[in-house]
């Protein structure tokens, strides 16, 4: 498995184009280092997931060979705080009184900082290793929370 980040050098049409006969044909070729080649089959449903708009990725001719699309849009607010919950209660990770409610207020809403639903996964994840890590009682405080949500996301401004 290799993400498209993993080659800088090459623009993800390349890579993706690579793909396209052998998604087209069923069938990749493989050469080894000895000039040896070998036909193996290439039976795949593949899934790419970006931030970038279809015009980016390729030409029309391209994108017609993605055959499906989805527009995956920002969680509402209480949908947000259904995924945090259901996902802290998975893991039985309490959530003192109000901490949720005040974190979205300072983090997300004072800053308009928009809403992801991979967001409290990621951040809970960083909250239950912080807490595993300096063996804090297994609860998500406020300032657990906001040293996860610190540690998940990179400030892009010029000053930092």
Same mark, same amino acid.
């Given at each position: 498995h290799r993400?498209?980040?993993s ?9 993706l184009?690579?793909w396209?006969?052998?998604?087209? +044909? ?14 193996? &089959? ?11 708009? &279809? ?8 994108? +017609? ?9 920002? &969680? ?9 919950? +259901?996902f ?9 009184e109000?901490?949720?409610e ?6 997300y ?5 928009p ?10 994840t960083?909250?239950?290793?912080l807490? +595993?890590f300096?063996?804090? &009682?297994?609860?998500?405080?406020e ?8 540690s ?9």
């Amino acid at each position: 498995h290799r993400d498209l980040h993993s080659f800088p050098t090459r623009r993800s049409s390349d890579l993706l184009n690579r793909w396209i006969v052998p998604m087209e +044909r069923r069938v990749d070729y493989l050469t080894f280092k000895n000039g040896t080649k070998m036909h193996v &089959p290439f039976e795949t449903f593949l899934i790419f997931s970006t931030n970038l708009k &279809p015009a980016q990725l390729g030409d029309e001719a391209f994108l +017609r060979r993605i055959q499906y699309k989805m527009l995956l849009r920002s &969680p509402e607010l209480e949908e947000f705080v259904t995924i945090f919950t +259901r996902f802290a209660g998975q893991h039985d990770l309490p959530i003192g009184e109000r901490v949720l409610e005040d974190f979205l207020e300072r983090r997300y809403r004072a800053t308009s900082k928009p809403l992801r639903r991979c967001h409290p996964r990621d951040i809970l994840t960083h909250a239950m290793d912080l807490v +595993r890590f300096e063996r804090r &009682p297994w609860e998500l405080t406020e300032e657990v929370l906001d040293l996860a949500f610190e540690s998940n996301f990179v400030d892009t401004t010029e000053d930092s």
